[in-house]
């Protein structure tokens, strides 16, 4: 995910926690407000009772990932923060890709791009 893509200021933080909506996870919390923009921005918020700094940041980096890969499946138009919970320490990759797909879905931020048709494939 690009810096671009992603809050950084504790003011847009605040906002989305305190204007947004949420829905829950057994790993993640997602979090969403309108954006002030036409684009996608997620932020990522592990707090420190979860593991030591080496720890949080590999679990920032799983979620950036499993974000970055879906990204363009996500309605433009709104900040996002995911929430990193306990269950997440023992989840496998498969699961927190999971967790977040089913989150963005039940959130209605869920955005299928239509697939390209056979024929329009190979003219």
């Known amino acids: 995910m690009q810096r671009s893509q992603r809050l950084r200021s504790p003011r847009d933080f605040r906002r989305v926690r305190e204007g947004g ?8 919390v997602l979090s969403v ?6 684009r996608v921005r997620c932020g990522i918020v592990v707090r420190k009772s979860l593991g030591t700094a080496v720890e949080r940041n590999r679990y920032k980096r799983q979620v950036r990932e499993a974000t970055r890969l879906v990204y ?7 900040d996002v923060i995911f929430i990193v919970r306990a ?6 990759w498969e699961q ?6 089913r989150l ?5 931020l869920w955005h ?10 190979h003219g």
């Open 112 to 121: 299928d791009r239509e697939q390209p048709s056979q024929e329009d494939r």
């Open 21 to 28: 909506r949420t829905w829950s996870h057994p790993l993640l």
């Open 33 to 38: 407000a309108p954006a002030r923009a036409n």
């Open 104 to 108: 963005l879905q039940q959130a209605q």
């Open 72 to 78: 363009d499946q996500i309605r433009p138009g709104w």
């Open 96 to 101: 927190i890709q999971q967790a977040v797909s």
């Open 87 to 92: 269950g997440f320490r023992t989840a496998a």
